[in-house]
């Protein structure tokens, strides 16, 4: 089955420093790739997405490309800010669920903290 | 604005009691699901609607149920069979029929055991 693989953390960066977090991913197919970021005691936001190959999804200073030869989506941000830290979640959908819709595969997340 | 309503934010159940979370959505979307996070891990499908009156089993559907009576309106009840029910729960609606449409997430609800 589909299945998505991130960095471990916490990741403890300073203050304007680069970001890379890691996800590679393992699907039959086309998915399409989710960055999703989780701030203290909230639900999930949507980040950032690409739907096909070669995509760069792109908000808030975050960039994710998709990546089909390496099955990879890395999100990295050029210089991070306190105010990023919270856990990030990279999924994949793309398996039709029965009767329709659209089942995400999550990966177990990765904590980032951001030091003055 | 539009958005997906959890209540309440924290509950909790005592020993051999069913409990019920709200979740309500103005997006106008067809599709809705559940999801059960614990610490550490990924978010894990509970249950899913694609339309009013009909519902589907996620990953771990055991010892939960949904109703979904309304478009706008997808509660779960978390049943005295669920063992282990301390965990926060989400919801989550998106547009059907289109894998690459993302999901939009509410605040969650946590529930812990008296």
């Known amino acids: 089955g589909d299945s998505v693989t991130q960095m471990e953390g916490p990741v403890t960066l300073s203050e304007e420093a680069c970001l890379t977090i890691n996800c590679t991913y393992t699907a039959t197919g086309y998915p399409s790739l989710f960055w999703y970021v989780q701030y203290p005691g909230e639900g999930l936001q949507l980040l950032l997405k ?17 990546r089909k030869e390496t099955t990879s989506f890395h999100l990295e941000k050029g210089s991070v800010q306190v105010s ?12 039709w669920l029965t009767g329709g819709g659209n089942k995400l595969t999550f990966g177990t997340g990765t904590q980032l903290k951001v030091e003055l | ?29 067809d599709a809705m699901y559940w999801y059960r996070q614990d610490p550490g891990q990924g ?38 069979a ?5 965990a926060f729960y989400l919801c989550a609606s998106s547009m059907a029929g289109r894998s690459n449409q993302p999901q939009h997430f509410g605040d969650g609800t946590r529930l812990s055991i008296l």
Not at chain 1, 50 to 66: M, V
Not at chain 1, 84 to 95: I, K, M, R
Not at chain 2, 82 to 86: A, I, L, M, R
């Open chain 1, 84 to 95: 990023d830290s919270a856990v990030y979640f990279c999924a994949l959908t793309q398996t």
């Open chain 1, 50 to 66: 690409a739907t096909k190959a070669d995509d760069k999804g792109s908000n808030k200073g975050f960039e994710a490309t998709y």
């Open chain 2, 82 to 86: 669920q063992k282990n029910p301390t």
């Open chain 2, 43 to 80: 978010l894990r499908l509970i249950y899913y609607s694609q339309i009013v009156n009909d519902f589907q089993k996620g990953d771990i559907a055991e010892g939960y149920s949904v109703s979904r009576e309304k478009k706008e309106s997808f509660p779960l009840t978390v049943t005295s």
């Open chain 2, 1 to 29: 604005d539009g958005g997906i309503t959890q209540s309440p934010k924290y509950l909790f159940r005592k020993e051999g009691q069913n409990v019920t979370l709200s979740c309500e959505q103005n997006l106008n979307h």
